[in-house]
């Protein structure tokens, strides 16, 4: 009698990543413990309520290190993609992007990688946007996963890119940190080149404060 009010059943995958990714981390556990996932998306404009995934890329960073062989990367099919300045950055047109795996499978194969992880990208928070509407739309779930930010990371820890009071100031672009840091920038505005070089650069970043500090480097050294 009442079963239009019955919840559609949560995939098996979707509870995974709900009951492993508590949205909070301890401050105080060492990062070599901890999951990151170096990740860069493609979309399909830049307004996260309208555009659309077209590619996403991603490089798991484990004990202090990136898990290449175990980096992943998909195309998104996209029935309805417009041929606007987004394509001249990435380059995925309209016609690719129709070829992709459909956006419930990419997500389907992407949050139990995700699970536990602290996402780390360069102005992630555009991305994590993009990918929580769409986890949304075919989940009922939002996204769950502590965020880093690579840009904000060069602000607080990089002199040259040090926040200056200045009401314009705009967070640094991955190919200006790079370029301080002198690491190379590999297939630049491309989701799995976007990821590597952003892991790479997380890696440096992280390093670099070690050194400063003199000692291991706890989460809140990151997240806060």
Known sequence: MFGWFQRKEVPEFVSAYRQTTPGKLNYKSP?????????????????????HLLSIGIVPI?????????????????????????????????????????????LTELLPLLAGAVIVG??????????????????????????????MLS?????????????????????????HAGLPVIGRHTASGDAFTTGQLFLWLCSRRRVRMGRELPAGDLLK
């Open 31 to 51: 990062i070599n413990t901890l999951k990151f996932v170096a990740l860069d998306a493609e979309t399909s404009g830049f307004d996260t309520e309208k555009d």
């Open 155 to 179: 602000m607080r820890h990089i002199d040259a890119f040090h926040k200056t009071g200045y009401v314009n100031q705009r967070p640094p672009s991955l190919d200006e940190v790079c370029q």
């Open 62 to 106: 484990l004990g202090g290190r990136m898990e290449v062989p175990a980096r992943r990367n998909w195309l998104v099919r996209q029935s309805k993609t417009p041929n606007n300045d987004a394509v001249k950055i990435h380059g995925i047109a309209p016609g690719e992007s129709a070829e992709g795996t459909p956006e419930v499978q990419v």
């Open 122 to 151: 360069h102005h992630i928070g555009f991305d994590a946007a993009i990918i929580g509407a769409a986890m949304k739309r075919h989940f009922g779930i939002k996204l769950r996963n502590r965020l880093i930010d690579t840009a």
